[in-house]
């Protein structure tokens, strides 16, 4: 028979909560030891803004010695294993009801000591724990004396009667077959009615408040966003605030409307004349125009704080207003980085209606927030090196390359211009090799056929001067274009093997920033993206020693379903660098399903007609079929012919001299 309890000490269950507990921490902790890939070292730019950048990076993710910067994952660990520590160190020091019944080990003799040793030793200690011949301390009662004395007698029976002998070596107990504990894991306070009330509320609070409260932000927080991971508000006012003639300053807006619901602060009155000197600059350096942008915001003074905050702070940057306020620095990261994550859904919207210039806009505002530089004007990515800010970049004069201003550093004698020349090794100039339209296995391109869009990319380099390094362009490799259209790759591997980009120079960002680009088929005309946009990473620098000359990459599409000649662009953007772009001209010829008929029909009349000096000839020229001539009977043929036509001009030449 069965004896159902509670817990009384406690300890079931403490082992149940300690076994749960070790099932998820022991993997939870030694997970990351197994990690199948491990964050490589990639190459960085070295000058000294990108060093101290990257200082700053890693003392805000990873915290200093005097105040670490815990993650969730290791706050979870830590919480984890100190629960379980502290229940191991409850268990350890809890008595145990439940060891098995062993009477040598109470009278406290060896079980080897024969009959006779053991009567002798429970002589004496019949002497000295007999109730009769016990004195009482403080801390002792009569009842536990009493108890000691039956324990010690009772094992003495158990190894001498035979009887009682044989109840304890076949039930484990002298006094025979004993019922069966079984405890269960809750303590007995839980059950006790004087606790009910109590109990009940916990239960209540537990399963009826903070579980669908868990439930509810869990599915109602899905419901908020979108799967670009912005607000599904935010997505609506770039859907309604867009328009397809939208430029920078508009995109700009449509991510300052997004701040309402996606960066949410609480106002600090003692640094709001921070804000308000900090809005001053940003009017006097875009010279009137932060009011229109204020506008297209909707981060009027009656509007909520944060969003007029996160506004401010994004042009901050923009425009290098440099931010004072500690609690300003902390508030800037979080809006920084956070907007890309904006500009990708205000993207993905755009390209959803097929219009260029905002795209356009938006990815050229990627590269402006990576560098620190306003959208408009478009001319100032001489501002991306050390030593040359907007204002400079503004007054220098226009060059497709950074040598002028290498030049006005030199010039000035700047003690920047050393680290300039070392953001040149990490930056680079974008070019397209070559862009055109490809089938396979077919030499026109028809209505709705499969078409690929084949690209070949590389990354000229930079010389110290700034002027980008000339290169040869690259001979054409049909084999090599089949052998990549074939694949059901995207991107070409290259014949060195794996190529990483590694950091670009973005000294400004509070980030390590990995370079890539978008390649956009437009139709300028009207305004339109052809296909949407292909994102693409280590686009390399041409390198005549490991063999790189270019990487192709490849997007396919379906043909326009009309017959005619479409006049397109391909546009390469960057996102990290300002004024990297290239472009190409491209056309696609889509020819009417009869030509490639017509062409198929001459290639197979080109291989059916067997030689006339084969046995297929032979037999073709039996059945009275047409076949191919000999070369050489061709040939004879024709001088035979040439012959004649001789012989009859010179016939023709006598007798008209006769007639004479």
Known sequence: MANYSYDESGNMAAYFVITFLSIFLIPYTLSPLFATSK?????????????????????????????????????????????????????????????????????????????????????????????????????ETMEAVEAKFVEITKAYKALTDENIRKNWELYGHPDGRQEISMGIAIPPWVVEARNNIWVLGAYGVLFGGALPAIVGRWWFGNREKTKDGVH??????FFKGLTEE????????????????????????????ELSVMERQIKEKING????????????????????????????????????????????????????????????????RNWLLPTMAAMRLHACLAQAIPPIPFDLKAAMLPGIDPVDAVSLP??????????????????????????????????????????????????????????????TPIAKDGTFVQLPKPEANEKRDNEFLNSKKDIEDLPSGEYVSGYAHAPLWPANRKPSWWIVLADVKSNKVVVPPMKISDIPVADSARGIDYRSYKI????????GLFTWKVFVISDTFVGDEAGQDITLKIDDPSVLAADEQDAEDDISEPEEDSLAGQMAL????????????????????????????????DSSSDSD
């Open 39 to 139: 964050p490589r070292s990639l190459p960085s730019c070295q000058c000294q803004q990108c060093t101290a950048q990257r200082e700053r990076t890693r003392k805000r993710e990873q915290g200093s010695l005097f105040s670490p910067k815990l993650g969730r994952r290791t706050l979870i660990i830590i919480g984890g294993w100190s629960i379980v520590a502290f229940l191991v160190y409850k268990v350890k020091q809890a008595d145990n009801d439940n060891k098995v019944y062993d009477p040598f080990e109470i009278l406290g003799i060896s079980t080897s000591a024969t009959t006779k040793e053991i009567k002798s030793h429970y002589k004496k200690l019949s002497r000295k724990f007999h109730p009769d011949k016990v004195k009482l301390t403080v801390n």
């Open 289 to 352: 125009k932060w009011d229109d942008l204020i506008k297209l915001a909707g981060a009027a003074p009656k509007e909520p704080e944060s969003l007029r905050r996160a506004f401010i702070l994004f042009y901050a940057h923009l425009l290098r207003v440099p931010v004072l306020h500690p609690r300003l620095k902390k508030e800037l990261d979080p809006v920084l980085l956070h907007t890309p994550t904006l500009l990708n859904a205000l993207l993905n919207i755009s390209m959803a």
């Open 398 to 459: 226009k060059s497709d390359d950074f040598s002028a201003a290498i030049e006005h550093l030199t010039k000035t004698e700047s003690p920047e211009l050393p680290d300039a020349q070392k953001a040149l090794e990490r930056l680079a100039h974008t070019e397209i090799v070559d862009a055109s339209f490809k089938v396979i296995g077919e030499r026109f391109v028809t209505p709705s056929s499969f078409v690929h869009l084949l690209v070949k990319l590389r990354l």
């Open 622 to 653: 039996m059945r009275g079929g047409s076949v191919k001539k000999r070369a050489d009977e061709e040939s004879d043929e024709e001088s035979s012919t040439d012959d004649e036509d001789r012989a009859g001009a010179k016939d023709g030449d």
């Open 556 to 563: 396919q599409f379906q043909a326009p379903q009309t017959v």
């Open 232 to 237: 599904t508000r935010s997505a609506a006012a």
């Open 246 to 273: 939208s430029g920078a300053d508009e995109v700009a807006g449509a991510i300052g409307k997004a701040y309402r619901w996606e960066i949410r602060n609480r106002r600090i009155s003692n640094i709001d004349p």
